[in-house]
T-cell receptor, first 114, second 111 residues
Framework: EAGVTQSPTHLIKTRGQQATLRCSPI?????VYWYQQALGLGLQFLLW???????NRGNFPPRFSGRQFPNYSSELNVNALELEDSALYLC?????????????FGPGTRLTVL | DAKTTQPPSMDCAEGRAANLPCNHS???????VYWYRQIHSQGPQYIIH???NNETNEMASLIITEDRKSSTLILPHATLRDTAVYYC????????????FGAGTTVTVRA
């Protein structure tokens, strides 16, 4: 069974540009979560998608957005990049209809904003 | 807004058991205790979770006190590959299952 995949592995952008990050959860996992891990700040919840809909978002500005496709893969878009957006962006999938919260994480995309 | 308290770091000898404590004194009745770990520069890895009973799987054991205000993750025979940051998290359906990661405990296993 393939694990969670994220692309690209690394992404370098300059201030003001837009970044698009992609995530494919494990087959059968219908929820996708995005987290940001900036240096010294720990993992912060960004967005939650389930069945194609945005269900919840963390304390991030609207320039962080995304979507979930019919095949449950997801895309995170960051507009008007700022230097402090440099971080490791992690996505995680969760199976549908489970009692618990076992989230399966991908390896992350390292975004560097210059 | 993490609702757990963990020691910032601990060392463990290879081959010995590692006991990682976590306090969650404000845990509510429908919240589970989850443990994840993050090996350097990788995505977090689910370890184990429990509600009120002790749990064991191939990776670890989870001991939850009767009042549920604290728990201990036990790695029975620590190896060098277990060196990681370990996160204790409380989560429930009520908060959309999002995971609120704190600072975790940096565990260093030494040969």
């Amino acid at each position: 069974e393939a694990g969670v995949t994220q692309s690209p592995t690394h992404l370098i952008k300059t201030r003001g540009q837009q970044a698009t990050l992609r995530c494919s959860p494990i087959s059968g996992h219908t929820s996708v979560y995005w987290y940001q891990q900036a240096l010294g700040l720990g993992l912060q919840f960004l967005l939650w998608y389930d069945e194609g809909e945005e269900r919840n978002r963390g304390n991030f500005p609207p320039r962080f957005s995304g979507r979930q496709f019919p095949n449950y893969s997801s895309e995170l878009n960051v507009n008007a990049l700022e230097l402090e957006d440099s971080a490791l962006y992690l996505c995680a999938g969760r199976p549908k209809d489970i009692r618990g919260n076992e989230q399966f994480f991908g390896p992350g995309t390292r975004l560097t904003v210059l | 807004d993490a609702k757990t308290t963990q020691p910032p770091s601990m060392d463990c000898a290879e081959g010995r058991a590692a006991n990682l404590p976590c306090n969650h004194s404000t845990i509510s009745g429908n919240e589970y205790v989850y443990w994840y770990r993050q090996i350097h520069s990788q995505g977090p890895q689910y370890i184990i979770h429990g509600l009120k009973n002790n749990e064991t799987n191939e990776m670890a054991s989870l001991i939850i006190t009767e009042d549920r205000k604290s728990s201990t993750l036990i790695l029975p025979h620590a190896t060098l590959r277990d060196t990681a940051v370990y996160y204790c998290i409380v989560s429930s359906r009520g908060n959309d299952y999002k995971l609120s990661f704190g600072a975790g405990t940096t565990v260093t296993v030494r040969a």
